[in-house]
Each structure stands twice: as C-alpha cells, then as structure tokens.
C-alpha cells in the first residue's frame, strides 16, 4: 500500500500535464482516519470555473484506489483562495521548460500604468508583465483572454510571433 499522500501528490494537473497538482498548490491537504482507513483529500481550485476540477477529483480517486485507499473523498475548499504564489520553485521550473509563463508572485511590481490609460497608480494587471518563455522578450500580447483552457489565456510574443498558454494570475 503506498502512502495516500504520496499517491495524491503525484496527480497530474489535467490541464497543464507537466505539473503535479502538488507543485501547483491546489493539494491542500491528505488525511487518513486511522480507524476507517478512508482518506480526506482537501483541494483548492485554482479557478472557480475551472472545469478541469472534475477531471482532477475523478483522477485523485483513481489514484487512491491504485494504491490501496478505495474508501476516499475528495473535499474542496475556496478559503483561502487559491494563488499562484502557491505554486513550488520545481513547479514554475516546469512550466517555463514546458513553454508556459509562470504567473509573477502577487505583488511583484508590474511597469507603470501607460500615460493616459485612467489607471490609478499601483493598480496593475499582473498580466502587464508577461515575459515570452520562449525567447524572453516582454514585447508580449495578450490574444484571447481564454486559451486552451478556461483557466489559461492565449499570448503571442511580438518578438518571435509564437503564441502560448499563460496560467492566469489569480
Ligand atoms: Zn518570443
């Protein structure tokens, strides 16, 4: 029998495949009751609708009874919310190499608002500082707010045309 934390862990990310839902920051927490032997799994969403949560509950169950844990309920909890400050060091290595931009921490300072925009100081998307991860240019363009995904946005990079998947900051 394998650890039920251990099993959970190593679920894939439906959407973003490169990335387990642990290096993500969605797997919140893994709880064996020792009488029972069934298993609490308590995930935070990413996105409110994000349908690619469906995918990841049916897959951590599948996951559990793999290893030994067929009595397991996933549970999901919207406080607090889900950041892409949560996603690990090895997770947003992972996503550059896979040619998806990591997200910016929350509060990083993005550029100054351009003249003339009516945006108050200091209230700056996040999504202003998007780098190409492919060739690292910040001559980036958002293209469509959805991409592949409900929870990712399509970018083009001006510098070397190819368009990708950005996760969207949260
Ligand atoms: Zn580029």
Redesign the pocket.
């Known amino acids: 029998m394998t650890d039920p934390r251990t099993a959970v862990a190593a679920v894939v990310d439906p959407e973003i495949r490169v990335i387990t839902i642990d290096e993500l920051g969605i797997l919140r927490a893994v709880d064996e009751d020792p009488t029972t032997g069934r298993v609490l799994v308590t995930i935070t969403p990413t996105y409110t609708g994000c349908p690619a949560m469906d995918v990841i509950r049916a897959d951590i169950r599948r996951a559990l009874a793999v290893a030994g844990h067929p009595d397991a309920e996933v549970r999901t909890v919207f406080s607090p919310a889900w950041s892409t400050d949560w996603i690990s060091e090895g997770g947003r290595a992972k996503l550059a190499a896979a040619g998806i931009a990591p997200p910016a921490p929350a509060g990083t300072a993005g550029p100054s608002p351009a003249p003339g925009s009516g945006r108050p100081p200091g209230v700056v998307p996040l999504t202003l500082a998007v780098?190409?991860?492919?060739?690292?240019?910040p001559?980036?363009e958002q293209v469509s707010r959805f991409g592949s995904t409900a929870c990712k946005a399509l970018w083009r990079?001006?510098?070397?045309?190819?368009p990708?998947d950005h996760l969207k900051a949260l």
């Open positions: 780098r190409c991860p492919r060739c690292g240019s001559e980036t990079c001006r510098s070397c045309s190819e990708f």
